[in-house]
């Protein structure tokens, strides 16, 4: 079993950044690809952004390509999505998502299904 934590969500003013972190609880996230998603009041949890196993890979939805910047430190564990250039938009709760199992190190994924552990989730507020 693995637990994800997200952390550094807030409250900011549009055109603001915030970085967010994910860490597993007794892994080692180097082994895994990740996941960001989010969910805006009233509407379906949505992709955000997703990284490879290697770092390398990324995906991101096209209403924040350009903003967000998906990476990894895997000597500490962590993933991280920089968000810049907010936008009210972007008010959401963010979750982090990883997917056990073994595959590619190039492998990333983009739908939710394809993740088997989610963290609690940080909430991201967007004033105008």
């Known amino acids: 079993q693995v637990q994800l934590v997200e952390s550094g969500g807030g409250l900011v003013q549009a055109g603001d950044s915030l970085r967010l972190s994910c860490a597993p609880s007794?892994?080692?996230?180097?082994?895994?690809?990740v996941g960001w998603f989010r969910q805006a009041p009233g509407k379906e949890r949505e992709f955000v952004a997703a990284?490879?196993?290697?770092?390398?890979?990324?995906d991101y939805v096209d209403s924040v390509k350009g903003r967000f910047t998906i990476s990894r430190d895997n000597s500490k564990n962590t993933v991280a999505l920089q968000m810049s250039s907010l936008k009210p938009e972007d008010t959401a709760v963010y979750y982090c998502?990883?997917?056990?199992?073994?595959?590619?190190?190039?492998?990333?994924?983009?739908?939710?299904?394809?993740?088997?552990?989610w963290g609690q989730g940080t909430r991201v507020s967007v004033s105008s």
């Open positions: 990284i490879s196993r290697s770092g390398r890979n990324t």
């Open positions: 998502a990883t997917r056990g199992g073994y595959y590619a190190e190039s492998v990333y994924y983009t739908t939710q299904g394809a993740y088997d552990y």
């Open positions: 007794g892994r080692t996230f180097s082994n895994y690809a």
